[in-house]
């Protein structure tokens, strides 16, 4: 009898497709962020995917590039990669990388109609506000 593979991309799949799905599918679970080598600890510990931690950081990078993860950079200069959530905002704290979701359905409204107005369409945006937590402040 032989063991069916996994599709590429799918849960459990190993290779290129199955790693970039395995870290989006772990950052998910962790909406206030991860740094590389949580993320890479977190794979591993979860039983997901067996991937080095230079491979990591290759897949978020390439994540990065297509705007599927936000990189969040805290004042001691670590990134924190979050996977980029349509439709939602946050207040992002550069101190410790709290993220701390809002909505704008005002904001939302404008942008749709400064696209209107100049033909375009297919609108992408994000939108993150960097300040400093009141935890951080204190």
């Not at 799918?10 to 989006?24: E, I, Q, T």
Request: aromatic content about 6%; charged content about 25%.
């Amino acid at each position: 009898m032989v063991a069916e593979r996994p599709a590429a991309g799918a849960p459990g799949a190993s290779g290129p497709g199955g790693n970039r799905a395995a870290v989006l599918a772990e950052l998910g679970r962790h909406e206030s962020g991860l740094d590389a080598r949580r993320l890479h600890a977190a794979l591993w510990d979860s039983g997901g995917a067996r991937i080095s931690l230079t491979t990591v950081y290759r897949i978020l990078r390439r994540l990065a590039d297509e705007d599927l993860v936000t990189v969040i950079r805290t004042e001691s200069g670590d990134p924190l990669y979050r996977p980029v959530a349509i439709g939602r905002y946050f207040l992002l704290c550069r101190v410790c990388g709290r993220a701390e979701p809002f909505t704008a359905p005002e904001v939302e409204h404008r942008l749709r109609r400064i696209a209107r107005e100049h033909g375009f369409g297919e609108l992408r945006y994000r939108l993150g506000l960097h300040g400093v937590c009141p935890r951080c402040a204190a």
